[in-house]
């Protein structure tokens, strides 16, 4: 896929957070905010959102038109589903033209199905784009949750925003050190307090690849690659507390100077994925490959790849391929040992 036609799909936030982390009451927020105009919001039910005085018009049984200007629609079978019927019935004028979509998950859902679906169903994929994922923080049980629950680690650690919820419920110091161990977990994510559980929708969105006001990919925004590095060059692959989940994630990049094989390197990913899969929680890059004038953009989540995007030119004069990548129980040294082995070159 090219970069314009990629820039052109439908832009997808995927919103999540573990029980209880103020994800409901940021989503009500949202809600009401008037930039939510032109925004679609799929959620689980519309009984547990309070919309009752936000109604302008029931459009059917599953969607309703906010006076924010923002649809909100409930899924009722499965997700693939509600994406495909949402499309048509804007194609055919049933609802208003919408530039973007926000999904829900429930409180224990891990959002990798939810990507899964955005890259692989080739419908789906051919129309919607994953710009970001957000995951809300509770600031008083986060620091338990992390340490205790792998799913409230995961989610942290693959979303491209974190929102802090409940900040005025504890003290700076306590919330210091949930900051530093978030920055440990996910050095690129920018954390945001949602003040008494309200944020402004421009600082979740747009965090993907493309901005939705402008075509040309801010690729060092979107890869970060410097906020995985930490004070001395070194990468974010810290193993300490076993029992901690957080701690057996690890945030690290990794480059190669010569162009690679696109074979060899689609083959070095499948070995990855098929032998550590389901602890390869994400990884993004840009490559240079053999034969090609332009990088090309690859991004996957666990068991799967999203098309790769070739890219109009380079953004600078790096021409290095750089991939980043977030594991759990893998180190840095193992990823690149296995990429060494397949690629014929070591990552520096």
Same mark, same amino acid.
């Given at each position: 896929?090219?970069?314009?036609?990629?820039?052109?799909?439908?832009?997808?936030?995927?919103?999540?957070?573990?029980?209880?982390?103020?994800?409901?009451?940021?989503?009500?927020?949202?809600?009401?905010h008037?930039?939510?105009?032109?925004?679609?919001?799929?959620?689980?039910?519309?009984g547990?959102?309070?919309?009752?005085?936000?109604?302008?018009?029931?459009?059917?049984?599953?969607?309703?038109?906010?006076?924010?200007?923002?649809?909100?629609?409930?899924?009722?079978?499965?997700?693939?589903?509600a994406?495909?019927?949402?499309?048509?019935?804007?194609?055919?004028?049933?609802?208003?033209?919408?530039?973007?979509l926000?999904?829900?998950?429930?409180?224990?859902?891990?959002?990798?199905?939810?990507?899964?679906?955005?890259?692989?169903?080739?419908?789906?994929?051919?129309?919607?784009?994953?710009?970001?994922?957000?995951?809300?923080?509770?600031?008083?049980?986060a620091?338990?949750?992390?340490?205790?629950?792998?799913?409230?680690?995961?989610?942290?650690?693959?979303?491209?925003?974190?929102?802090?919820?409940?900040?005025?419920?504890?003290?700076?110091e306590?919330?210091?050190?949930?900051?530093?161990?978030?920055?440990?977990?996910?050095?690129?994510?920018?954390?945001i307090?949602?003040?008494?559980?309200?944020?402004?929708?421009?600082?979740?969105?747009?965090?993907?690849?493309?901005n939705?006001?402008?075509?040309?990919?801010?690729?060092?925004?979107?890869?970060?690659?410097?906020?995985?590095?930490?004070?001395?060059?070194?990468?974010?692959?810290?193993?300490?507390?076993?029992?901690?989940?957080? @701690?057996?994630?690890? $945030?690290?990049? +990794?480059? /190669?100077?010569?162009? *690679?094989?696109? !074979?060899?390197?689609?083959?070095?990913?499948?070995?990855?994925? @098929?032998?550590?899969? $389901?602890?390869? +929680?994400? /990884?993004?890059?840009? *490559?240079n490959? !053999?034969?090609?004038?332009?990088?090309?953009?690859?991004?996957?989540?666990?068991h799967?790849?999203?098309?790769?995007?070739?890219?109009?030119?380079?953004?600078?004069?790096?021409?290095?391929?750089?991939?980043?990548?977030?594991?759990?129980?893998?180190?840095?040294?193992?990823?690149?040992?296995?990429?060494?082995?397949?690629?014929?070159?070591?990552?520096?």
């Amino acid at each position: 896929m090219s970069a314009p036609q990629a820039a052109d799909l439908l832009p997808v936030t995927v919103l999540t957070g573990f029980l209880g982390s103020g994800k409901t009451t940021l989503l009500n927020a949202l809600l009401k905010h008037p930039d939510m105009g032109e925004t679609a919001v799929l959620i689980n039910e519309f009984g547990e959102i309070g919309l009752d005085h936000l109604l302008v018009e029931k459009i059917d049984d599953d969607i309703i038109l906010l006076n924010s200007g923002c649809l909100c629609c409930t899924v009722r079978g499965d997700l693939v589903t509600a994406l495909r019927d949402l499309y048509f019935k804007r194609v055919r004028g049933d609802v208003p033209e919408f530039t973007r979509l926000l999904i829900e998950t429930t409180g224990l859902a891990d959002p990798a199905p939810i990507l899964h679906t955005l890259m692989t169903d080739a419908l789906i994929s051919s129309r919607y784009r994953l710009d970001g994922i957000v995951t809300t923080i509770d600031a008083v049980n986060a620091p338990d949750q992390l340490t205790r629950q792998p799913e409230a680690a995961k989610q942290a650690a693959v979303a491209d925003r974190l929102v802090l919820t409940k900040t005025d419920l504890v003290d700076p110091e306590a919330l210091a050190a949930l900051r530093d161990r978030l920055h440990a977990l996910n050095p690129a994510a920018p954390v945001i307090v949602a003040d008494h559980g309200q944020a402004e929708p421009a600082a979740l969105f747009d965090a993907g690849l493309f901005n939705a006001h402008q075509k040309h990919p801010d690729v060092a925004r979107w890869l970060s690659e410097e906020a995985y590095k930490g004070e001395h060059g070194h990468d974010h692959d810290h193993h300490h507390d076993v029992n901690r989940h957080d @701690a057996r994630i690890a $945030a690290f990049s +990794l480059s /190669f100077a010569t162009p *690679l094989a696109w !074979e060899s390197f689609v083959q070095a990913m499948d070995l990855l994925i @098929a032998s550590k899969g $389901a602890d390869i +929680l994400r /990884f993004k890059g840009v *490559l240079n490959i !053999e034969g090609e004038d332009f990088p090309v953009v690859v991004h996957g989540v666990q068991h799967v790849f999203h098309p790769p995007t070739t890219l109009a030119a380079w953004p600078d004069n790096d021409r290095r391929s750089r991939l980043v990548v977030i594991t759990r129980s893998i180190s840095r040294a193992v990823v690149a040992d296995l990429l060494a082995a397949t690629l014929g070159q070591r990552p520096e």
